[in-house]
T-cell receptor
Framework: EPEVTQTPSHQVTQMGQEVILRCVPISNHLYFYWYRQILGQKVEFLVSFYNNEISEKSEIFDDQFSVERPDGSNFTLKIRSTKLEDSAMYFC?????FGTGELFFGEGSRLTVL | DAKTTQPNSMESNEEEPVHLPCNHSTISGTDYIHWYRQLPSQGPEYVIHGLTSNVNNRMASLAIAEDRKSSTLILHRATLRDAAVYYCIPVPTGNQFYFGTGTSLTVIP
């Protein structure tokens, strides 16, 4: 069964450092998403991406964050100048259709900022 | 975006049916109703979705009220593996999936 894969599974970084989280969506999917979940809290939407551009972003997704699809397979989330409050699970998801179809989620990347 | 109301938690005995309710009274006519679940320490997982008619798949059934202001996810025989947080998400066509706080289901052996 096709799946979304995310790397790394866990990253520890120092405050102020830059982090790149990587995702390989399902190969024929066109819509890509990043969500985050702070420990004990709900899953929060960050950004959606389609046709090589951001289609929607939340208030959380400020200038500290950026996304990119550098090649035909990877979808990355970059967090610049990390803060303690960026510590969370970051989930990538992909979908073959927009809004009406199923979202497939990866297992997540745990980011710990010290 | 349509607001949803779900019980914070529910319990079920193993091998018994579970009915997880969701109120979405502000839903619009074209919003699909999606259900996802999140098992402990895992990413969210798709369960089922529908628009107007009741839907069945290998995981669950979705019963949608005639006025579409509420829906019920039905797990026909709860197993220990079904212990998770269940999210009801109305999704407008062309819009995003916003997760609420969901219902935490405990399955009692």
């Amino acid at each position: 069964e096709p799946e979304v894969t995310q790397t790394p599974s866990h990253q520890v970084t120092q405050m102020g450092q830059e982090v790149i989280l990587r995702c390989v969506p399902i190969s024929n999917h066109l819509y890509f998403y990043w969500y985050r979940q702070i420990l004990g809290q709900k899953v929060e939407f960050l950004v959606s991406f389609y046709n090589n551009e951001i289609s929607e972003k939340s208030e959380i997704f400020d200038d500290q964050f950026s996304v990119e699809r550098p090649d035909g397979s990877n979808f990355t989330l970059k967090i610049r100048s990390t803060k303690l409050e960026d510590s969370a699970m970051y989930f990538c998801a992909s979908s073959g259709s927009f809004g009406t179809g199923e979202l497939f989620f990866g297992e997540g990347s745990r980011l710990t900022v010290l | 975006d349509a607001k949803t109301t779900q019980p914070n938690s529910m319990e079920s005995n193993e091998e018994e049916p579970v009915h997880l309710p969701c109120n979405h009274s502000t839903i619009s006519g074209t919003d699909y109703i999606h259900w996802y679940r999140q098992l402990p320490s895992q990413g969210p997982e798709y369960v089922i979705h529908g628009l107007t008619s009741n839907v069945n798949n290998r995981m669950a059934s979705l019963a949608i009220a005639e006025d579409r202001k509420s829906s019920t996810l039905i797990l026909h025989r709860a197993t220990l593996r079904d212990a998770a947080v269940y999210y009801c998400i109305p999704v407008p066509t062309g819009n995003q999936f916003y997760f609420g706080t969901g219902t935490s289901l405990t399955v009692i052996p």
